[in-house]
């Protein structure tokens, strides 16, 4: 899953701020960021299965710690 991350991580590693949609990549480059993010997503659930970690239940969880701890009020 490490290495997943990194070449995930490797796409923007030079991009600078990425504008909402992409507007400005190509579409073959669209296309390998969704293949990246697709094998990270499936090493990470399958990793919270092993583990017996509900990933919604968690996510939904740590969603609610988030918004106590940063209100979007002070944000």
């Known amino acids: 899953m490490v290495g997943e ?11 600078g701020e ?6 400005n990549w ?7 960021l969704g293949e990246e993010l ?10 919270a299965d092993i583990c017996g970690i509900d990933l919604a ?6 969603i609610v710690k988030n918004a106590i701890k940063y209100p979007s009020k002070t944000i």
């Open 26 to 32: 190509k579409e073959s480059d669209k296309q390998h």
């Open 57 to 62: 239940d968690a996510a939904t969880k740590k």
């Open 5 to 15: 991350v990194g070449e995930l991580s490797e796409i923007f590693m030079w991009r």
């Open 38 to 47: 697709s094998d990270v997503l499936l090493y990470l659930i399958r990793l």
């Open 18 to 23: 990425v504008a909402k949609g992409l507007p």
